[in-house]
């Protein structure tokens, strides 16, 4: 990646990840984020998937996101997604 895009900020000393040695922890760092803040995605898909499952096969699916949120709690998740996605 260094070969793609460290050239165009080598030696620049107002962009913050211009050593080579910060480049690679800036992209470890923002793949580390990506994936703490997209568990909410991953959730839904596996909820997704497994409800096509069950209607392919014409069973009832119950899905685990009403099971283990109350309904206040999931009313409030989504009336307040900053708290939860800053």
Known sequence: MEKYF???YRGDPGVPHAD???FVNIWIGSA???ALTCWHDKAFLFEQ???KKARAKNQPYKFKWNEYMDK???DSYYFNWPVYFP
Request: aromatic content about 20%; cysteine-free.
């Open 72 to 74: 206040d709690h999931r």
């Open 6 to 8: 460290g050239n165009a």
């Open 20 to 22: 080579p040695e910060r």
């Open 32 to 34: 580390a984020f990506s």
């Open 49 to 51: 998937y497994h409800w």
